[in-house]
T-cell receptor, first 116, second 113 residues
């Protein structure tokens, strides 16, 4: 079974600091990769996704992620964080078997706190 | 466009009872997925329905079941509730769950006593 690991459960940064959240998955085949974010009091929403093509993908609010196939990683980055980035971040993967949909496998999440 | 609506928001049930949760997807979305979120296990996939057919199923016991109606609305049922079923149950809809992003509802918080 596939699994997703997020290395940091809690991250505290100051405003304007750079951010990198790690995500590794275990599945040898073709995958689709996602980062979802949950702001306080809100529902989960998509931050960015990777299906194929350029391994560097850009999402909303200045976030980007790089897919490194050889490392089974899909790390999330932002050059300068803001207080409003305080949220829970989830990495997720699903298998692309070409034959149909597969449920998302989520990481345990990273709780990011940005201090003003 | 209205988002994904889940009802009820909160439920308190006793062990052994059964419960039905409801989800109304975004208009035009034909795929509805259900996830269980707990502090210990995180978000876990329960099942997905597409055009009234269960297309995928996660690793949950048969006590967890679901269905989808012709208008894409979905229900999830849990029978013979156990304390460990206490969780936030999230519904997500999409055009096609493989290549389309999931749009999540706010969830139903189930507490089993």
């Amino acid at each position: 079974a596939q699994s997703v690991s997020q290395h940091n459960h809690h991250v505290i940064l100051s405003e304007a600091a750079s951010l990198e959240l790690g995500c590794n998955y275990s599945y040898g085949g073709t995958v689709n990769l996602f980062w979802y974010v949950q702001y306080p009091g809100q529902h989960l929403q998509l931050l960015l996704k990777y299906f194929s093509g350029d391994p560097l993908v850009k999402g909303i609010k200045g976030f980007e992620a790089e897919f490194i196939k050889s490392k089974f990683s899909f790390n999330l980055r932002k050059p300068s964080v803001q207080w409003s980035d305080t949220a829970e971040y989830f990495c997720a993967v699903n298998k692309d078997s070409g034959g149909g949909a597969d449920g998302l496998t989520f990481g345990k999440g990273t709780h990011l706190i940005i201090q003003p | 466009k209205a988002g994904v609506t889940q009802t009820p928001r909160y439920l308190i049930k006793t062990r052994g009872q059964q419960v039905t949760l409801s989800c109304s997807p975004i208009s035009g979305h034909r795929s509805v997925s259900w996830y269980q979120q707990t502090p210990g296990q995180g978000l876990q996939f329960l099942f997905e329905y597409f055009s009234e057919t269960q297309r995928n199923k996660g690793n949950f016991p048969g006590r967890f079941s679901g269905r989808q109606f012709s208008n894409s609305r979905s229900e999830m049922n849990v029978s013979t509730l156990e304390l460990g079923d206490s969780a936030l149950y999230l519904c997500a809809s999409s055009l096609d769950s493989l290549y389309s992003p999931l749009h999540f509802g706010n969830g139903t918080r189930l507490t089993v006593t």
